[in-house]
């Protein structure tokens, strides 16, 4: 009974917020589209940014993406950063009102079993703020292993949680009129030695993206 009155008061301050606080809409200027965004990172390359399929693009209510595979000495490392303008659908936003799509309900829909789940301190160079989080999956296909990182970045905050993310949206909308942010997926394969072998580059390479993304991720 708790769970029904939590939720039906959170749409009340949804609806109130959208409609009776937040009148106008703020979409802050980008310095740099993904389109500069670096190909050689450290001993790190990656070929080229994948473009993504408009009618994806558009059901994720992306406004700017980037899909990189980067490789050094035989190991890869898959980043992916979808930027949202807005997550509001009445500003031209995508399918829903909260449009970056968790990738824990996204991956099983491709195949990937979520083996291991955590939220964890994102204790990244560069990062100072002792709130950041990120989620830590280990997730499986087969005999398939990956190592996945990844973090909602909305206006300086690195948020793992998708009940936090969606409470932002509607504090900032009410706030400051913006509702930009992006979701920041790093994926790695595990090989034999396991994922203790491999997260150490990911963190290491994860750092590396976190001090270029300022001109694309508006804080």
């Not at 029904?4 to 703020?26: D, E, K, P, T, W």
Request: with cysteine.
């Amino acid at each position: 009974m708790s769970k029904v009155i939590v939720a039906v008061a959170f749409l009340g301050l949804n609806f109130y917020i959208y409609h009776y606080m937040a009148r106008s809409f703020v979409i802050p200027p980008r310095d740099s589209s993904f389109a500069s965004f670096p190909l050689k990172i450290d001993d790190w390359r990656c070929a080229k940014n994948e473009p993504l399929d408009p009618a994806i693009k558009e059901n994720l209510g992306a406004t700017d993406t980037l899909i990189c595979n980067y490789f050094r000495d035989g190991s890869q490392i898959g980043l992916y950063v979808g930027y949202h303008a807005t997550q509001i659908r009445e500003e031209g936003g995508g399918s829903g009102e909260n449009s970056i799509h968790p990738p824990a309900h996204c991956l099983p829909g491709s195949g990937w079993d979520i083996v291991d789940s955590r939220t964890i301190p994102l204790t990244l160079e560069g990062v100072s703020d002792p709130k950041a989080r990120a989620k830590r999956l280990i997730i499986a296909k087969g005999p398939e292993r990956q190592l996945v990182y990844y973090w909602y970045q909305m206006q300086g905050r690195y948020v793992a949680e998708d009940w936090k993310k969606i409470l932002y949206v509607g504090f900032d909308r009410a706030t400051t009129g913006r509702t930009d942010g992006a979701l920041v997926r790093f994926t790695m394969p595990i090989g034999r030695g396991g994922d203790s072998v491999v997260e150490p580059e990911l963190v290491t390479f994860a750092s590396h993206v976190i001090s270029l993304l300022p001109p694309y991720v508006p804080n």
